[in-house]
């Protein structure tokens, strides 16, 4: 009895003082959040478990941010106090977006690396890079061999990929160098594993440096290659710049290899996984389109397009044997193969003896600061939502596609705007009457209904050039084009966190990260976020895509009385042909609002995983797997790790899953930690009133927060700090721009007269049902607010 109130007291007295601790040090101003017990808080599916209810503000220096967004967390020894966000649970951060505390910094600081080290870093760098350099030039000796054939459905790949450029070139090989480098002052042990994942290397500058960009006065419009967005870093979010990551990378030597499973055994191939896990199977969406697919589509081509490695003189690497036969001896296999291996009794594959799935891995991009470390894979695209993929990233490709008088070139067919025609070698198909369409990224034809959007938007611009033109006559070519960009390029942005976002996310995330437009100007630009992309996002979220793509589109005439033409997707893909049929674009948008679009889960459609790109082949290639591939080769993390990262409790045994994916994924993964994250993020049940699991969504809505917080040029913000602002006027105007409005004011208007307005809602919401083209419901801009006194 005595001891049982002995302990009684000391459980009694630890509780006081740890309550005590808890307000006065770690949680200063508890105010309302004691009097709630949330100890257990419920989001979508998943319970987040606090120990402490949350803080109502944060400690000392510590700021009040979506787990996501603080990295640190995941490590062993953070301190981290749970906090109220926006009618959620965020966590305090002292690193904020980094994953070491300032005072790890400084201890790293105090073992600098020697002189010496860095020199022989250096020689040992550029003796590899020779060696690598000279052994895959001589691989074209072997060209018939070691490069794609045109016919293959690898050809399609490279088409969807490349962005060979010289510049990409050099970079790359400076990417190269500099991790080479790495690699070698660690093998002599000068910087530790350690300080290498956390990215402690800043101070060590590698063997290549790129001069940075200059940056003349503040100009109005954004630059073309991204460029200057900020002045203090100006590299940020340029093209040609790295993916930045949200945890350390899983490389399997901690700088470029290919990670294995955790018993250090191969992972699984990733056709296996594809082959397993990601089936055929139609669950149609019961509210959303399929625009709202293909817009993602024109959002991802955007801002993220891989640089992947090519042969010197610009052709797709090889890296199967006879297309896919089997894989090529290794002494015939480029640096950057790194092919996906297929299973004699693959169900499919076997049935045409292929073994072997063409993949080349994606370059990399040197750190702006000359810094040595892990790689980081290229963009080849802007970060920015700016619409590059329509106006292109570099002053050649923007002035191949204007034309005088302010506008875009355009192909006059038979009166009807259509992108300038291209050669054919952008095209698929070489059969007589095969049209291919410029863009500002080459693949613009990648499938029919991107194509359609290119060519809204290009009528867009033209639109809009003209009618600036007329109100303005003062001004002449150059201001016409450039004012025209800078209004498209906010309607874009406004279309996305207006209209796309909010159905992706569900009203919960985009309130906790406060994405949606505000009343008038925004203050949220801050100087200090990079809006760069997240290898997490582009090698893994943003494809979440993938999944909700539908393996036939219903082409619509309501003329002939509904479905006109049921087109299997491979057909048109690098095969827009089609587009130069007079009723054609009518009818796919048609289609593109009235069909429903798939829902994330873990479905692909065949189109994409066995036919994409097949040509005249009986089989294409697996999309799902080269998917699983591609987060290998940017070293994202496992599974697992994002799970932590966004607050929820990893998976230790298969059964956790539901009964559908527990065996499966019991079949190929050895152990719950090896499951890839674009696997196990389709797997997941959507958030509240969204279309995306939690992991996902909160990976997407931490991109497009620093989309936004880290643009200087982002439409919504406010002259004191964007050298482009729009007056309150203006900006009134073009927050009244939907999709709706663009795709009536762009429609060949031969079959199509009426629209949804909610343009990535299907017709049948109530609610949505088609208005005139003409109807108030879908509202325009008022471009006479453009007109300069
Ligand atoms: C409509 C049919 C589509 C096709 C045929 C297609 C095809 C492809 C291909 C071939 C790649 C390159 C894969 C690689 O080598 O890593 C890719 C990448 C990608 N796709 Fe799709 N895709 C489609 C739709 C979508 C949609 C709807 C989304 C998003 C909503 C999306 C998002 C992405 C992203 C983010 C990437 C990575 C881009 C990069 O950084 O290289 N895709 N897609
Ligand atoms: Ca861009």
Same mark, same amino acid.
């Given at each position: ?14 509780? !006081? ?20 017990? #949330? ?21 000392? @220096? ?10 640190? =967390? !995941?490590? #062993? ?65 072997? #060209?018939?061999?070691? $490069? ?78 991204? *460029? ?59 509210? =959303? ?5 293909? /817009? ?51 169900? /499919? ?31 080849? +695209? ?43 070698? &952008? ?109 997490? /996002? ?32 491979? &057909? ?23 069909? +429903? ?5 873990? /479905? ?16 294409? !290639?697996? $999309? ?11 070293? @994202? ?7 932590? @990262? ?78 482009? +602002? ?10 009244? !721009? ?12 031969? *079959? $199509? ?37």
């Amino acid at each position: 009895m005595c001891l049982y109130n002995s302990v009684l007291r000391l459980f009694v007295y630890n509780s !006081v003082l740890r309550l005590f601790v808890y307000v006065v040090v770690v949680c200063p101003v508890l105010l309302s959040a004691l009097a709630r017990d #949330s100890s257990v808080v419920t989001h979508g599916q998943e319970h987040y478990h606090t120990k402490d209810p949350p803080c109502a503000s944060c400690p000392r @220096l510590g700021r009040c941010v979506p787990k996501v967004q603080c990295p640190a =967390h !995941v490590r #062993s020894r953070s301190y981290n106090p749970a906090c109220h966000l926006e009618g959620s649970v965020g966590i305090c951060c002292f690193t904020f977006r980094e994953h070491a505390a300032e005072s790890d910094h400084s201890a790293r600081a105090s073992t600098a690396i020697s002189a010496d080290d860095v020199k022989a870093s250096h020689q040992k760098s550029r003796q590899t890079l020779a060696q690598w350099m000279s052994i895959a030039g001589k691989l074209l000796e072997h #060209s018939a061999r070691t $490069l794609v054939n045109r016919t293959s459905p690898s050809y399609g790949h490279h088409l969807s990929v490349v962005t060979h450029d010289a510049r990409a070139a050099t970079l790359g090989q400076g990417g190269l160098l500099n991790l080479f480098a790495a690699q070698e002052l660690k093998a002599r042990q000068a910087i530790s594993d350690d300080e290498l994942a956390l990215g402690f290397t800043e101070h060590t500058d590698g063997p290549f440096c790129l001069p940075p960009p200059t940056c003349s006065s503040p100009s109005r419009y954004r630059s073309i290659g991204g *460029e200057c967005n900020n002045p203090t870093h100006s590299t940020w979010g340029a093209i040609h710049t790295g993916f930045e990551r949200l945890l350390p990378p899983d490389y399997s030597d901690g700088t470029w290899a290919m990670r294995t499973a955790k018993s250090g055994l191969p992972l699984p191939s990733a056709r296996r996984v594809s082959s397993t896990l990601l089936l055929d199977g139609s669950h149609p969406s019961s509210a =959303h389109n399929l625009m709202f697919m293909q /817009f993602g589509q024109f959002i991802a081509h955007d801002i993220s397009a891989g640089v992947v490695f090519t042969a010197d003189n610009g052709s797709a690497i090889s890296c199967c044997a006879n297309d896919g036969e089997d894989l090529l001896p290794s002494e015939l296999q480029h640096f950057a193969c790194a092919p996906i291996e297929v299973a004699p009794d693959d169900l /499919f594959y076997g049935q045409f003896q292929r073994k072997c799935i063409n993949f080349v891995r994606t370059q990399i991009a040197p750190a702006d600061d000359c810094s040595v470390g892990y790689a980081k894979q290229m963009n080849g +695209a802007t970060h920015y939502p700016d619409l590059s993929h329509l106006y292109g990233s570099s002053e050649e490709k923007l002035s191949s596609l204007r034309e005088a008088g302010g506008l875009l070139r355009t192909f006059n067919d038979f009166g009807r705007e259509l992108p300038p025609l291209t050669e054919r070698k &952008e095209c698929l198909s070489m059969k007589e009457g095969a049209a291919c369409f410029e863009s500002g990224d080459a693949h613009g034809n990648q499938i029919i209904s991107l194509t359609v959007l290119h060519t809204i938007f290009t009528r867009e611009h033209n639109r809009v050039a003209r009618e600036l033109s007329a109100l303005n006559p003062g001004w002449d070519e150059d201001t016409v084009f450039w004012e025209t960009r800078r209004i498209l390029q906010a309607v874009f942005q406004h279309i996305i966190y207006n209209e796309w976002l909010p159905l992706l996310l569900g009203p919960q995330i985009i309130k906790t990260f406060q994405l949606l437009p505000s009343e008038g100007y925004s203050s949220s630009y801050d100087p200090h976020v990079n809006p760069s992309l997240s290898a997490e /996002f582009s090698a893994a979220a943003m494809r979440f895509g993938h999944s909700t793509v539908d393996g036939r589109l219903m082409i619509q005439s309501p003329k002939m009385g509904g479905v006109y033409e049921s087109i299997s997707i491979p &057909e048109v893909m690098f095969q827009p042909a089609r587009m130069r049929l007079r009723h054609f674009m009518d009818r796919l948008l048609i289609g593109l609002s009235h069909q +429903a679009m798939q829902t994330v889960d873990p /479905f692909v459609t065949e189109g994409l995983s066995r036919y994409m790109f097949h040509g005249g082949n009986p089989y294409g !290639v697996d $999309l799902a797997a080269i998917n699983i591939q591609r987060g290998r080769d940017h070293g @994202l993390n496992t599974y697992n790790q994002y799970r932590r @990262l966004v607050g929820l409790e990893p998976y230790t045994e298969f059964q956790q899953f539901a009964p559908s994916a527990a065996q499966r994924l019991s079949s190929v993964y050895e152990r719950p930690d090896d499951i890839d994250l674009w696997v196990g993020g389709l797997l997941e049940e959507p958030v509240d009133h969204g279309i995306l699991g939690p992991t996902f969504a909160n990976i997407i809505a931490d991109q497009f927060d620093r989309l936004k917080k880290g643009d200087r040029f982002f439409y919504e913000h406010e002259p004191g700090v964007n050298p482009g +602002a729009f007056t309150t006027v203006q900006l009134l105007e073009i927050k009244k !721009v939907t999709l709706s409005r663009l795709i009536c004011d762009n429609r060949d208007g031969v *079959e $199509l007269s009426s629209q949804s307005p909610a343009a990535f809602l299907r017709p049948d919401v109530p609610g949505n049902e088609p208005v005139p083209c003409e109807s108030p419901r879908i509202l325009s801009m008022d471009l006479s607010k453009f007109k300069e006194n």
